[in-house]
């Protein structure tokens, strides 16, 4: 049975930083592109950041280019995504989600964790 664990998410001020963490079971991890995505209130959901089975691709939504990092330890099946310099418009429910194609639709999504970026 595929399952996440997400944690990392909580109420920073604006500069702040956050990592959050995607710890997965239930499938093979480690041949999976993994990714996040984020979906603020009346928006709809966005893929923020995407890392290849073996880590060697990323790929980023252009406004967190240089401020977050997607990473990936398969030794524990988890994935990461650290934010920095967060901004308010990055208030949003970040999903964790795995998939076999690095260009399709991801086949699993975990349930989210909450960021919010306030003063």
């Known amino acids: 049975q595929v399952h996440f664990v997400e944690s990392g998410g909580g109420l920073v001020q604006p500069g702040g930083s956050l990592r959050l963490s995607c710890a997965a079971s239930g499938f093979s991890f480690s041949g999976y592109t993994m990714s996040w995505h984020r979906q603020a209130p009346g928006k709809e959901r966005e893929l923020v950041a995407r890392i290849s089975h073996g880590g060697g691709s990323t790929n980023y939504v252009d406004s967190v280019k240089g401020r977050f990092t997607i990473s990936r330890d398969d030794a524990k099946s988890t994935v990461y995504l650290q934010m920095n310099s967060l901004k308010p418009e990055d208030t949003a429910v970040y999903l964790c989600?795995?998939?076999?194609?690095?260009?399709?639709?991801?086949?699993?999504w975990g349930q989210g964790t909450q960021v919010t970026v306030s003063s």
């Open positions: 989600a795995a998939g076999r194609n690095y260009y399709k639709p991801s086949d699993y």
